[in-house]
């Protein structure tokens, strides 16, 4: 069994970054980068409306949804502490702010309230973020070491990788939960499975496992996975763990609809749906973020739920209001339906913004918008980072100078992006081949 953790020594040595977070301020071309972490990627319409003052009063009024459901302010000037403080006081940061950076967890917007979830799983994210926070020694993790906790919704983000990830799946009546090391349910089989009321000591097992076995220069966890196989690793998280993990054979988590997390959504409670809509490749600003967190207050129930697709939900709607939060967010420019060409487009900040982006990706993105076939899924990035995606999309251009992109198409055989599939296009040129090949092999 793994030592008390009250024993653990409390001096750690955090591993170097240049992440921003919310009391780390990281500068870019457009001015500093504020994240903000927010737990379950919900924030209050007051919370809200207090991001829309910060990015207006100390920065450009630029703000971005990220794709693990966390918001960013961008162009901030030089007053750092007077931001941080405004934020801080409406109550966006952690308790303990050496825990800053490490609480990445990731859940479904749809947490408890989605009428396919197998369990509630807010709770036990309670949990985990509440040792995160308050236990030194996790703090040592990296500040891209992220955790991800899926109960079952058909509202859940399944491709993003991450160091660790659990789904909940039924065994025999009761509810488990299934995880792996360095991937995502959406491909991947888990390792094994724990009783869902073990899932608190399963994630402080790993992220202790992880943290004495790692190191240094090994931040994620495919890091460790090149030393010590996953077979090892799981044979030494069981002497950790109070109960005894089960293997799991056959299980596939179901897939989601996709763009579900636009329009009306429904809701487990009765009379009840969550509304949906996303920002223009996911930038708003000032005006309008103030503008959403007031008609969660006049016809939602006053909180927000970010999305890691980059977009708003509004729960708790009384679905005789539906259609006219829906109409008031279309009102305000949001994109409320796949058909809606820019709900399809993902794109980085570019070279507006970034130092290593070779061309304007917004900007060509919404030149791209109006050319793009339907059901055309498409990611512009601006260099090989690929930060607005965190995983591959099925189309990726990829900048290789202003205004000039390579083509790639998804292969689960070919590493990085995928296959090549042309060179140097110009954004005309890709409308142009995309609306010439809209049921050629540049489709999954």
Same mark, same amino acid.
Request: contains cysteine; proline residues 7%.
């Given at each position: 069994?793994?030592?008390?953790?009250?024993?653990?020594?409390?001096?750690?040595?955090?591993?170097?970054?240049?992440?921003?977070?919310?009391?780390?301020?990281?500068?870019?071309?457009?001015?500093?980068?504020?994240? @903000?972490?927010?737990?379950? #990627?919900?924030?209050?319409?007051?919370?809200?409306?207090?991001?829309?003052?910060?990015?207006?009063?100390?920065?450009?009024?630029?703000? !971005?949804?990220?794709?693990?459901?966390?918001?960013? @302010?961008? #162009?901030?000037?030089?007053?750092?502490?007077? /931001?941080? +403080?405004?934020?801080?006081?409406?109550?966006?940061?952690?308790?303990?702010?050496?825990?800053?950076?490490?609480?990445?967890?990731?859940?479904?917007?749809?947490?408890?309230?989605?009428?396919?979830?197998?369990?509630?799983?807010?709770?036990?994210?309670?949990? @985990?973020?509440?040792?995160?926070?308050?236990?030194?020694?996790?703090?040592?993790?990296?500040?891209?070491?992220?955790?991800?906790?899926?109960?079952? !919704?058909?509202? &859940?983000?399944?491709?993003?990788?991450?160091?660790?990830?659990?789904? &909940?799946?039924?065994?025999?009546?009761?509810?488990?939960? +299934?995880? #792996?090391?360095?991937?995502?349910?959406?491909?991947? &089989?888990?390792?094994?499975?724990?009783?869902?009321?073990?899932?608190?000591?399963?994630?402080?097992?790993?992220?202790?496992?992880?943290?004495?076995?790692?190191?240094?220069?090994?931040?994620?966890?495919?890091?460790? /996975?090149?030393?010590?196989?996953?077979? !090892? $690793?799981?044979?030494?998280?069981?002497?950790?763990?109070?109960?005894?993990?089960?293997?799991?054979?056959?299980?596939?988590?179901?897939?989601?609809?996709?763009?579900?997390?636009?329009? @009306?959504?429904?809701?487990?409670?009765?009379?009840?749906?969550?509304?949906?809509?996303?920002?223009?490749?996911?930038?708003?600003?000032?005006?309008?973020?103030?503008?959403?967190?007031?008609?969660?207050?006049?016809?939602?129930?006053?909180?927000?739920?970010?999305?890691?697709?980059?977009?708003?939900?509004?729960?708790?709607?009384?679905?005789?209001?539906?259609?006219?939060?829906?109409?008031?967010?279309?009102?305000? #420019?949001?994109?409320?339906?796949? !058909?809606?060409?820019?709900?399809?487009?993902?794109?980085?900040?570019?070279?507006?913004?970034?130092?290593?982006? $070779?061309?304007?990706?917004?900007?060509?993105?919404?030149?791209?918008?109006?050319?793009?076939?339907?059901?055309?899924?498409?990611?512009?990035?601006?260099?090989?980072?690929?930060?607005?995606?965190?995983?591959?999309?099925?189309?990726?251009?990829?900048?290789?100078?202003?205004?000039?992109?390579?083509?790639?198409?998804?292969?689960?055989?070919?590493?990085?992006?995928?296959?090549?599939?042309?060179?140097?296009?110009?954004?005309?040129?890709?409308?142009?081949?995309? &609306?010439?090949?809209?049921?050629?092999? /540049?489709?999954?």
């Amino acid at each position: 069994m793994n030592e008390p953790q009250s024993a653990r020594p409390c001096f750690v040595t955090p591993r170097p970054s240049a992440c921003p977070g919310l009391l780390r301020i990281v500068a870019a071309r457009d001015g500093g980068i504020c994240r @903000i972490k927010l737990a379950g #990627g919900v924030l209050s319409a007051a919370q809200a409306q207090a991001v829309a003052t910060a990015a207006q009063t100390y920065a450009q009024g630029v703000i !971005e949804v990220t794709n693990r459901a966390n918001l960013q @302010i961008r #162009g901030i000037g030089a007053e750092h502490q007077a /931001l941080i +403080g405004e934020l801080l006081g409406a109550g966006l940061g952690p308790a303990n702010p050496a825990s800053d950076d490490v609480r990445n967890l990731m859940l479904s917007p749809s947490a408890g309230l989605d009428p396919q979830m197998l369990c509630d799983t807010r709770p036990l994210a309670a949990q @985990i973020l509440a040792s995160l926070e308050n236990l030194p020694h996790l703090h040592a993790l990296s500040p891209k070491f992220a955790v991800s906790l899926d109960g079952g !919704e058909g509202l &859940a983000m399944l491709e993003h990788p991450h160091d660790l990830w659990l789904s &909940a799946l039924r065994l025999d009546g009761q509810v488990w939960l +299934g995880f #792996g090391l360095a991937g995502c349910p959406a491909h991947d &089989a888990p390792l094994a499975a724990v009783p869902l009321e073990h899932g608190h000591a399963l994630v402080i097992a790993v992220l202790e496992l992880f943290l004495d076995l790692a190191r240094p220069e090994q931040a994620r966890m495919r890091h460790l /996975l090149q030393d010590v196989p996953a077979a !090892e $690793l799981l044979g030494q998280l069981q002497a950790r763990l109070p109960v005894q993990w089960r293997q799991v054979s056959g299980w596939q988590r179901p897939t989601r609809e996709a763009y579900r997390h636009l329009g @009306i959504y429904p809701q487990v409670q009765d009379g009840l749906v969550a509304v949906g809509a996303a920002p223009a490749l996911g930038r708003l600003d000032s005006c309008l973020l103030g503008a959403v967190a007031q008609l969660a207050e006049q016809l939602g129930d006053g909180s927000l739920h970010l999305t890691p697709w980059q977009s708003l939900l509004l729960p708790n709607v009384p679905a005789s209001n539906a259609g006219s939060v829906l109409d008031a967010l279309q009102g305000l #420019g949001l994109t409320v339906s796949a !058909e809606q060409p820019l709900a399809r487009l993902m794109a980085c900040t570019g070279s507006q913004g970034c130092a290593k982006g $070779l061309a304007d990706t917004k900007g060509d993105a919404l030149a791209l918008a109006a050319q793009l076939p339907a059901d055309t899924a498409l990611h512009l990035t601006g260099c090989q980072r690929s930060c607005a995606a965190a995983h591959v999309a099925p189309l990726t251009l990829l900048a290789v100078a202003p205004g000039h992109y390579d083509l790639y198409q998804r292969n689960a055989q070919h590493p990085g992006f995928g296959v090549l599939r042309a060179r140097n296009l110009t954004i005309e040129a890709v409308g142009a081949l995309l &609306a010439a090949d809209t049921r050629s092999t /540049l489709h999954d």
